[in-house]
């Protein structure tokens, strides 16, 4: 579509939520325009985990909690011939594990977090961050995976995991909001 509007001489602009190389396929796009001739403008955008944490008051990063932090996509593709995400190591490794697409696996995922660090670690999970219809889900692993389990985990998800999360209850003034 992209290919055709362009080539019809129209000015086209393809708006992505998020960052566009960020789980966008905004390099797929831009090399198969450029691949038929069509100039490429790359706008960068605020990706969604950083949309998500701000607005759970959860951060990603807070100096003495946290000062790494690893973004995964929950399905992975794997047309590329191999399965790289090994979510034990990635929980091993860093601090905050960010997940992206990972509604339909977020059990999945959470136990095996879990399994490294513990169900009493916390985690925050955002869905549809930013809009009116935005559900926050804040608990431990445990707490997680039995709403996970309750298929009240949709998507667009963003997945928080990590002891930089717990400086939400620092930034909440209304008790309700805590839970």
Do not use: Q, W
């Not at 209850?169 to 839970?179: A, D, G, P, S, T």
Request: charged content about 25%; some cysteine.
């Amino acid at each position: 579509m992209l290919l055709d509007y362009a080539k019809k001489g129209l000015t086209v602009v393809r708006l992505k939520g998020g960052d566009p190389f960020i789980f966008g396929r905004g390099e797929e796009e831009c090399i198969y325009l450029i691949s038929h001739g069509v100039e490429c403008e790359i706008v960068p955008g605020i990706s969604s985990f950083i949309a998500a944490s701000a607005r759970a008051r959860s951060p990603v990063t807070s100096r003495g909690f946290s000062s790494s932090f690893a973004v995964i996509t929950g399905i992975e593709d794997l047309a590329k011939g191999y399965k790289s995400i090994d979510v034990r190591k990635i929980a091993e490794a860093v601090d905050t594990i960010v997940i992206l697409m990972g509604a339909s696996v977020a059990e999945e995922l959470l136990e095996k977090i879990a399994s490294v660090r513990g169900f009493d670690e916390v985690g925050v999970i955002v869905i549809n961050a930013t809009l009116p219809e935005e559900k926050i889900i804040y608990g431990s692993l445990r707490d997680l995976i039995e709403s996970a389990k309750k298929g009240s985990v949709k998507n667009p998800a963003v997945i928080i995991i990590g002891p930089s999360v717990k400086l939400r209850e620092r930034m909440l003034i209304n008790v309700e909001e805590k839970m």
